[in-house]
Every structure is written in C-alpha cells, then in structure tokens.
C-alpha cells in the first residue's frame, strides 16, 4: 500500500525568501513522485515528477525537489517566492510493481496551501 | 482547446436527484479516472477506467456509478445525491504506457448538493 503525508497543511512565507513544502511516502517498490499545483478556483497543473532518473527533479517556475530514498521524502523547494506561487500544492504518489510497470493509480496527500507576503 | 473537459463546470441540485458529471479528452489516453476533492482531505479516487471495457472501483465509490462510452468519454453518475456528495470533482486521464503515468486532470466540476 501506498501514503503519502504532507508535513505542514499551511506555510506562509515572505516574497522573495525561500519556499519549502515537506513530503514524506511510504510504498512497496519504486515509486513515482509527483507534485501538483492547484491555483485558486484552477484545476491541477503538474510542477514537476520523479520517475526514478536523476533523484534532483527541476520543475516549472523555478520549483524543484529531491528524492531521498533513506528518508523516504521528496521536499519541494524554490530559492525565492513569487506572489504568483501562492497556490495549494499537492504530493502524490504512484506505487510500481516489482517489474517497474506503474499501477496506474495516485495517492494524494492533504495538500499544503503556500501564502506568500508582500 | 483543453485536452480533458467537463461538463458541466458548476451544478447545483437537491437531495434524491440523479445526477451525471461528464468528462471528454482529445489526449487519445486509454487510461481515465474519477476524483473528488475535500478541504483538507486532498484527492480522494472514486472509479477509473484502464480501457473501455475495464472499469475499476476505487477508495469511496459508495453511491456513485460511471460509464465509459468511448475511449474518449468517462461519465460519473450520482444515483441519489446527498449532501455530504457536495465536493469539486477531477476527471482524470493518462496513457497507461509504463512508467510514465502523469495524470492529466480536467479543470474540475463544482458540485453542491442541498
């Protein structure tokens, strides 16, 4: 079985300082990683996904996170904050089976909503 | 044009109504799924679909049913809606090719049940 936890439901931090969102997953084999982004009143945009190539993953507008297998986390980090990156951002994960083929099927953590000040 | 569409974008209906959320693609996807989000519970899968004649349920479907009509087209019905059904619902799809499963997610149907 497959989890996800998102560590901070809600972090606020200034423009222009650096953004961290914590994921922690658990999942049998080789996962896929994921993170979403959901703007206000906005369907979901995929930032960025970890597919078990380089463990540094970059991503859209200068977002972007590290697997770490030892600690079972995939934070999602950006050097400076935009006031446009105020947003909900989800992780997500999706278990393989031993032979790397995906089953097709997201776990959501509960989502971290990001306020960025002016 | 958007690849993945639903319709309709807002509903808002009364307890003991049957309702139908559609969702179309242009992505040519064999794979389709059906969520609905919560404050504070994220993403929560109902049903998906790995071809047309396969159809899976998934962590809550109590009181929900879907129909996939085409490749292209998965269909979500509430029965008899109730009000804890009020929720923003994602139509989903992928490819369904090995590892490179990113869902693509419809711009969501707002849903309120009175």
Known sequence: A???TQLDSHVSV??????LLRCNYSSSYSPSLFWYVQHPNK???LLLKYTSAATLVKGINGFEAEFKKSETSFH???PSAHMSDAA???CVVSDQNAG??????LTFGQGTILTVHP | DADVTQTPRNRITKTGKRIMLECSQTKGHDRMYWYRQDPGLGL????YSFDVKDINKGEISDGYSVSRQAQAKFSLSLESAIPNQTALYFCATSPGQGREETQYFGPGTRLLVL
């Open chain 1, 88 to 90: 909900e951002y989800f």
């Open chain 1, 43 to 45: 369907g979901l945009q």
């Open chain 1, 14 to 19: 200034s423009e222009g300082t650096p953004v």
């Open chain 1, 76 to 78: 999602l980090t950006k």
């Open chain 2, 44 to 47: 929560r899968l109902i049903y």
């Open chain 1, 100 to 105: 790397g083929t995906s089953y097709g099927k």
């Open chain 1, 2 to 4: 497959q989890s996800v």
